[in-house]
């Protein structure tokens, strides 16, 4: 009898995976339903990257490996952008190029947990940081994203035995779900944190540049001494809305960083050629495109806002990020109201269970429909009136 490893029977269903298939079945019987659940950017990229890709792509040359660590000039315009971006100074033994920051992100932990091993995840959180642990032969434990606190952690509030026992450490901001955002000082408390505990600080940053009002996102390594104990995980899939090319970067401690090209090499032979000249334009090119890009976003974001008020529901107020976080009507669960708007106004969000138990009770919104698509599916909720009846 053929039998898979009990690491991939312990793994639970995606819950993205299942949805999408209900959505399917939805639409074949007719419906159309309007989707506001993955954060898949629905804006294009700026055509000077397609062109850049179009024209390496005729470039016979370069259709063998990419290279492990990746092509000499990708690996310079990731110092470039950092040191542009951040201020954050890095040498080549402090970076790796990544197919996509995801894949990074569940690696890291094979190169950092042993069986047996714990990490610390905040909850809610991207559902990675619960899963990829799992792979590794490790375990987790959550604290508690705190809203009075801005969705920050009180890390003072992990119990000491806790953290002397993990190997890691997660953090993500601006945050998904919730849109919160973080400061340098705080980072620089995390950073403490990690340094007494001697923990790997993991901090993903997805989100860096895609922000409103003004917020500038930081990175956790312009934190003093930072590079001592954390590695950031970021991405051109929401910065650059190439998500589907699949390319990201881990920078900061060097031990972290070869742990994590160990692995690599042993998984995959690199990005293309051609997509790793498309991100080296991105990261060093014009810039200047990325904010009328952000001002629909905020557009959006801002339309979400005054629907879900009007409507009764609390809400956050992200100032980065690709969604809108908020509560549930009283007397629901995330799952029965997250059913109900999709069974019958075919509008389909995420609930908040999803990202841990500290997100029962709220649901997501991705601002990634078209503008008017998103419109129609605020008035079929709006339309769908009280939801916890």
Known sequence: MMKPAQRAQNLPPLFFATLNKRIAELRAAGADIINLDAGSPDLPPDPRLIDTLKRNADDPAKHNYGGYAGQPHLRQAIIDYYGRRFGVELDNTDLLPLIGSKEGIVNMHLAWLDPGDLSLIPDPCYPAYLFAPMLAGGHTERFPLLAERGWLPNLADIPSDTAAAARMLWLNYPNNPTGGTAT??????????????????????????????????????????????????????????????????????????????????????????????????????????????????????????????????????????????????????????????????????????????????????????????????????????????
């Open 184 to 389: 340098v000082e705080f980072f620089a408390e995390a950073v403490d944190f990690c340094r007494q505990f001697d923990l790997l600080l993991c901090h993903d940053a997805p989100y860096a540049d895609v922000t409103f009002d003004g917020h500038i996102a930081p990175s956790v390594l312009q934190a003093p001494g930072a590079k001592d104990v954390a590695i950031e995980f970021n991405s051109l899939s929401k910065t650059y809305s190439l998500a589907g090319w699949r390319l990201g970067m881990a920078v900061g401690n060097p031990v972290a960083v070869e742990a994590l090209a160990k692995v690599k090499t042993q998984i995959d032979s690199g990005i293309a050629k051609p997509v790793q000249d498309m991100a080296a334009d991105a990261l060093t090119g014009d810039q200047s495109w990325l904010e009328p890009r952000n001002a629909i976003y905020r557009e959006r974001r801002d339309m979400c806002l005054a629907t879900l008020r009007a409507m009764g529901l609390e809400t956050t107020h992200p100032k980065g990020g690709l969604y809108v976080w908020f509560r549930v009507p009283a007397g629901t669960t995330s799952l029965a109201y997250h059913t109900r708007v999709l069974e019958q106004a075919h509008v389909s969000i995420t609930p908040g269970h999803v990202y841990g138990q500290n997100g029962e009770g709220w649901a997501r919104i991705s601002l990634v429909a078209p503008t008017a698509r998103l419109q129609e599916a605020l008035a079929r909720m709006e339309k769908l009136g009280e939801l916890g009846e």
